[in-house]
C-alpha cells in the first residue's frame, strides 16, 4: 500500500505561480506513471498532467505552457509547478500514481487564486 502526501496549496493572486507537492511513502521507481489531476467545486476530476515511466509527459489543453510536471526519485516525489494562475484554476489538486499493482491517490491539497 502506498501513501500519497500533497503539499504546497495555498492562496495566490491571478499571475503568481505555486509548486505543489506529491510526497510517496515508498518508492516511486517502480511507477507506471504519475499524475496530477483537480476537482473544482461541483464539477468532475480533471486530468492535468502525467509523467510516464519513460518520461514522457502530456498536459491538458487548459494548463498546456503554464504547468509542469517533475519528479524526483531521491525523494520519492512529484511535482506540479503552476505558473501564470488563473481564478479558474481554484481546484483542490490531487496527485495519482500509476503501479503494475494499483493505482493511488493522495487526499489533495487546495489551490485558490484570487486577488
Known amino acids: 500500500q502506498v501513501q500519497l502526501v500533497e503539499s504546497g496549496g495555498g492562496l495566490v493572486q491571478p499571475g503568481g505561480s505555486l509548486r505543489l507537492s506529491c510526497a510517496a511513502s515508498?518508492?516511486?521507481?517502480?511507477?507506471?506513471?504519475m499524475a496530477w489531476y483537480r476537482q473544482a467545486p461541483g464539477k468532475g476530476r480533471d486530468f492535468l498532467a502525467i509523467?510516464?515511466?519513460?518520461?514522457?509527459?502530456n498536459y491538458a489543453d487548459s494548463v498546456k505552457g503554464r504547468f509542469t510536471i517533475s519528479r524526483d526519485n531521491a525523494k520519492n516525489t512529484v511535482y506540479l509547478q503552476m505558473n501564470n494562475l488563473k481564478p479558474e484554476d481554484t481546484a483542490v489538486y490531487y496527485c495519482?500514481?500509476?503501479?503494475?499493482?494499483?493505482?493511488?491517490w493522495g487526499q489533495g491539497t487546495q489551490v485558490t487564486v484570487s486577488s
Open positions: 509523467l510516464t515511466s519513460g518520461g514522457t509527459t
Open positions: 495519482n500514481v500509476q503501479f503494475a499493482v494499483g493505482r493511488y
Open positions: 515508498g518508492s516511486i521507481l517502480r511507477s507506471i506513471s
